[in-house]
């Protein structure tokens, strides 16, 4: 487990990381010596034992060899790639879609993970939003809505991605589902938090509303 725990820290760490602070965020509630004896440990298990996986060493860091494959990694770049706005949206992003959809090391409770997850999860909502809207500028809706939708499940209290699901619906001519939406975002947010949803979405039902 121990391995474990530190081939996934590293891998989180695309430029190393200094073995002092390995051993402070992996074991922080052993003393100094004690931690340092378990990197050691952990680093033996992780070369030799089973599927060895290649950790380099350069003075006081550690980081896995480049030659280590790291899905984390690959999603982070089209991440940042479509926040960045491609240059034409692929014809099929189902991949792309479940790659962002992924939570980063699911059922670890890690407080190390805390932070990492929290930079993923934002990264990757962006993504999600922005492809969306990629996706309705050039009016493949079904993709769109399951990528908005895909962001929901991520953060369902985040508006961006409800108001992009109404758009998709309205740019479709499907006003019941847009309104249907809205209503359901709005009691959502008066039963979970007491607050209603912004103007800027409000906006765009509000014609409807007054039918």
Known sequence: M???HLVAFLALHDDGVQRSAV???LWPDSTQCRAAANLRAALYHARHE????????AGRWLRLSPAVRVDLRAARRSARQVVAGLSQVPASCDE???????ELLPGWEEEWLSLERERWDQLRLYALESLARQLCSIESYLAALQTALAAIAIDPVRETAHRIVVEVHLAEGNIASALRSYQQYR???QRELNVAPSPKMTGLVRNLLRM
Do not use: K, N, R, W
Request: charged share 15%; net charge negative; hydrophobic share 50%.
């Open 187 to 189: 009691s959502f947010l």
């Open 96 to 102: 792309l879609v479940d790659d962002l959809a992924a």
């Open 50 to 57: 089973g599927s060895a996986i290649p950790i380099e060493t």
């Open 2 to 4: 121990s391995a474990q």
């Open 23 to 25: 051993a402070e965020q």
